[in-house]
């Protein structure tokens, strides 16, 4: 049994990453840390897990890595950036699921998180871990950057796309929704009930921190530079994400040859689903499951794709996605304590 631990234990994502590792054949939950309930044991503080783990919660500590051989961050974005060169002295492999360590630029991180990147020489040692595009390199990491939530939707949704001259990769709009848990379990105004309920509101317009994670790896795949507008919305549901993204054609292409295309793309992936023509995703229909389901449609009219992108933003979108890296870095079939179907109704 591999030995992992999970530092940041008592968030949804934490909660999230002992769920699916509880059922795992080959893990073994070593260690859990939390600075807020140390000292508790975790189902005390999720009853969910009662008769599922039994683990008292222990502060951060810098010899952890030493007593595991995976262990995923799950903490606030800047914790992680002083932590993480003490855990690379390890044999340890890391899985990092925020997002100090996901840009290459560090001039392009202390941009857009208002930090100076205290460790930029590590920038360029992560690998991404969005295992659709880079599975090679994660095979062989000993550090992954999990990617955000909303990138994971929208970069899935465009790859397929971007080696082709069928679009204006100048064109690209997504209108993005999440569920409040997005935001995380830290209690907040603009998260508490009376506050979303029965509305749905925009943030962070032309400024959220994932679009230059989006633009580096869709530049990537373009091999040259790829900007868009991204316009995220919080709406009153707690978990789920759809992204609608919209992108001029240029050429005349119908919903049954994008349909052929993407499903050729993607016909080796587990958890990307493309949908039939005259289907779209719904962030019901991948609830809380590891499933990214896409769905696509050519507005004719103004020679225009829209493709709609649905996942869960705990699971495809942070913690479903990490054990699927950690499955594919300790060369275990990747599907492994993921497949279950979403949720519903």
Not at 3 to 13: L, M, V
Not at 37 to 47: C, K, L, S, W, Y
Not at 68 to 82: E, I, R, Y
Not at 314 to 341: H, V, Y
């Amino acid at each position: 049994m591999v030995k992992i631990g999970i530092a940041g234990a008592s968030g949804y994502t934490g909660l999230e990453l002992i769920r699916l590792l509880s059922g795992h054949p080959d893990i073994e939950i070593a260690v859990l840390t939390s600075e807020s309930f140390q000292g508790q044991n975790i189902a005390e503080v999720f009853p969910s897990l009662n008769g599922i783990v039994d683990l008292e919660l222990q502060p951060l500590y810098d010899s952890i890595a030493q007593d595991c051989s995976v262990l995923f961050l799950a903490l606030p974005h800047t914790t992680a950036m002083d932590k993480l060169p003490v855990y690379l002295q390890s044999d340890c492999k890391i899985i990092d699921l925020s997002a100090d360590y996901r840009l290459k630029d560090p001039e392009a991180y202390s941009d857009w998180y208002a930090v100076t990147h205290s460790h930029p020489e590590l920038l360029k040692q992560a690998v991404y871990g969005l295992p659709e595009l880079h599975r090679s390199a994660i095979q062989t990491a000993k550090f992954i950057a999990n990617p955000g939530c909303y990138p994971t939707s929208v970069i899935l949704a465009l790859a397929p796309l971007l080696k082709t001259d069928w679009v204006d990769l100048g064109s690209i709009i997504s209108d993005s929704k999440s569920g409040v848990s997005g935001a995380g379990r830290k209690p907040s105004l603009t998260t508490s009930y009376t506050e979303v309920n029965e509305g749905i509101s925009p943030y962070g317009l032309a400024s959220h921190r994932h679009t230059p994670e989006m633009e580096q790896e869709l530049s990537n795949l373009a091999g040259k530079p790829v900007r868009l507008t991204f316009s995220p919305h919080l709406v009153p549901m707690t978990r789920g994400m759809l992204s609608t993204i919209y992108i001029n054609l240029n050429h005349t292409l119908s919903d049954e040859i994008l349909f052929a295309h993407y499903r050729d793309f993607y016909k080796d992936e587990s958890f990307v689903r493309v949908l039939s023509p005259g289907k779209f995703a719904s962030s019901r229909h991948v609830l809380s499951s590891n499933f990214c389901d896409i769905g696509l449609k050519v507005d004719s009219r103004n020679n225009r794709l829209i493709i709609t992108s649905a996942l869960d933003n705990l699971i495809k979108g942070a913690s479903g996605q990490a054990i699927q890296n950690m499955n594919i870095m300790l060369g275990l079939d990747e599907k492994t304590g993921l497949m279950a179907p979403a949720i519903f109704p």
